[in-house]
């Protein structure tokens, strides 16, 4: 009897030490099931946004580049795409090759979209480019003589722009002084008989020299070393409705990373580059 005992003993402490063992593995949790560590839902991501941006090299593309930190600090990495025309910037930005463009006012974008019915939209207005008449024979506008050669920008908008500075001048008179369609069938009253000759904008910065005068976008006056401010015989008013506009395509006004971009264009920063980089040429928008 003392051995069955002492043998039934022997069993149920073995048992009981079993069971211990077996609970406590049940309460440790697998490895394969730990908790990953949680990633805080606040983290601002460091991941720069890429925005293309057609531009005019001067002074368009100088203020992008110009801006770049700026950008940064936006979270928002610029590529500037440079053209030396009007044309081109529309159409790759319609074409969705660009996300943006910076170089165009108000009247020529709103022609631009009826004669080529491209779909584009203004977000905002960045400077003013004052249009100013120059000559490298005469001082002053009075000194302009009869039958002069004057040229032009042929697009609708700055050759309308054109002739309203010279009607604003006492120069010529237009049948309305504020059409902004104006062409020279609209021209009333020419007392000097200047001859006007309608060129591509670009070209205007460098064959005034070879006629009496030349009326030219301050961006290509600016390319040739000429400053509007300094440099010119008249100059448009600085209440000039004809302010350089960020651009999208119809659509994207509200795009949160393109009103960024706006943001910077006509932030304190931007004003101050504009200011001294182009001492006058060219004037931010208040």
């Given at each position: 009897m003392k051995r069955k005992n002492?043998?039934?003993?022997?069993?149920?402490?073995g048992s009981l030490i079993l069971t211990a063992c077996g609970n406590n593995a049940a309460n440790e949790k697998p490895a394969?099931?730990?908790?990953?560590?949680?990633?805080?839902?606040?983290?601002?991501?460091?991941?720069?946004?890429?925005?293309?941006?057609?531009?005019?090299p001067t002074p368009h593309g100088e203020v992008i580049d110009g801006l770049k930190d700026e950008f940064l600090k936006e979270g928002i990495e610029v590529e500037n795409v440079e053209f030396t025309d009007?044309?081109?910037?529309?159409?790759?930005?319609?074409?969705?090759d660009l996300d943006l463009n910076y170089y165009q006012h108000q009247p020529y974008l709103e022609a631009f979209n009826e004669e080529h019915g491209t779909h584009l939209a203004p977000l905002g207005p960045v400077h003013v480019e004052p249009l100013a008449l120059f000559s490298a024979?005469?001082?002053?506008?009075?000194?302009?003589?009869?039958?002069?050669?004057?040229v032009i920008p042929n697009d609708t908008s700055n050759g309308a722009r054109a002739l309203i500075l010279l009607s604003k001048a006492g120069l010529i008179s237009l049948k309305d002084p504020s059409d902004i369609n104006a062409t020279e069938?609209?021209?009333?009253?020419?007392?000097?008989?200047?001859?006007f000759?309608?060129?591509?904008?670009?070209?205007?910065?460098?064959?005034?020299?070879?006629?009496?005068?030349?009326?030219?976008?301050a961006n290509y006056a600016i390319e040739e070393n000429l400053n509007p401010a300094k440099d010119s015989i008249l100059i448009e008013d600085a209440d000039s409705p004809y302010a350089n506009l960020l651009?999208?395509?119809?659509?994207?006004?509200?795009?949160?990373?393109?009103?960024k971009v706006l943001k910077v264009l006509q932030s304190e920063a931007a004003?101050?580059?504009?200011?001294?980089?182009?001492?006058?040429?060219?004037?931010?928008?208040?």
């Open positions: 002492l043998l039934a003993l022997v069993l149920l402490i394969e099931e730990a908790k990953p560590a949680e990633t805080t839902e606040n983290t601002e991501s460091t991941e720069l946004v890429k925005v293309k941006i057609g531009t005019n009007y044309i081109q910037p529309n159409l790759a930005l319609e074409d969705k024979k005469y001082k002053s506008i009075e000194e302009i003589p009869d039958g002069a050669e004057i069938k609209d021209i009333v009253d020419n007392p000097k008989n200047f001859k000759t309608a060129i591509e904008a670009v070209e205007c910065a460098k064959a005034y020299a070879d006629v009496d005068a030349g009326i030219i976008n651009v999208s395509r119809e659509g994207d006004e509200n795009n949160e990373v393109y009103q004003k101050k580059f504009i200011e001294e980089k182009f001492e006058g040429a060219v004037v931010p928008v208040k």
